[in-house]
């Protein structure tokens, strides 16, 4: 039931652009996405609906596919300040809940 | 506005004691959710509270229980602990609990059993 995020783990060069993906089993009704670093909290980036339009924010938007239960995130130009583990957090079909089940993560490394 | 706290930070423990972690949620929220995130992993759900019941639980034994307060600040307890529960404890705060409402989390309770 866990989502699987993909890839693991990628590394950058600053200005370089990435793509992590969540991929999930179940009916989803939402996707919320989060950035923790090292020993801290993770960080609330954005939540796409079911039915919603594509998200984004400064260089950091993502996109929800109802029909095929996956969701991906796109960070553009990356700066160092992106580095950390990206989750994707996913919530069932009905939405009676904000129960999120995380996915495995990526590790997402921005070099100089 | 203070986010959401969570004390103590960091907290060691002997296998079978007993241990009481505390949450005060962002200001104007209601529902709290507590998660365990292990090592290298994402977190995992173990209960959430709002109004001062328990309304939804994941699949964590009995030993893990909770409690929320009229003001909205959540207690979570762990008895007779395991060398398998040390991990991060992470609660997390929303204005309700709908599948479309964001959570903020605060930053965490470490937890070692030795």
């Known amino acids: 039931q866990q989502p699987v995020q993909s890839p693991q783990a990628v590394i950058l060069r600053e200005g370089e652009d990435a793509v992590i993906n969540c991929s999930s089993s179940k009916a989803l009704y939402s996707v919320h996405w989060y950035r923790q670093k090292h020993g801290e909290a993770p960080v609330f980036l954005m939540i796409l609906l079911k039915g919603g339009e594509q998200k984004g924010h400064d260089k950091i938007s993502a996109s929800f596919n109802e029909k095929k239960q996956q969701s991906s995130l796109y960070l553009t130009a990356s700066q160092l300040s992106y580095s950390g583990t990206y989750f994707c957090?996913?919530?069932?079909?009905?939405?009676?809940?904000?129960?999120?089940?995380f996915g495995t993560g990526t590790l997402l490394a921005v070099q100089p | 506005d203070a986010g959401v706290t969570q004390s103590p930070t960091h907290l060691i423990k002997t296998r079978g004691q007993q241990v009481t972690l505390r949450c005060s949620p962002k200001?104007?929220?209601?529902?709290v959710s507590w998660y365990q995130q292990a090592l290298g992993q994402g977190p995992q759900f173990i209960f959430q509270y709002y109004e001062e019941e328990e309304r939804q639980r994941g699949n964590f034994p009995d030993r893990f229980s909770g409690h929320q307060f009229p003001n909205y600040s959540s207690e979570l307890n762990v008895n007779a602990l395991l060398l398998g529960d040390s991990a991060l404890y992470l609660c997390?705060?929303?204005?309700?609990?709908?599948?479309?409402?964001?959570?903020?989390f605060g930053q965490g309770t470490r937890l070692t059993v030795v």
């Open positions: 957090g996913t919530v069932p079909d009905g939405g009676a809940t904000n129960k999120l089940i």
């Open positions: 200001s104007g929220h209601d529902t």
């Open positions: 997390a705060s929303s204005s309700d609990w709908s599948g479309g409402t964001k959570a903020f």
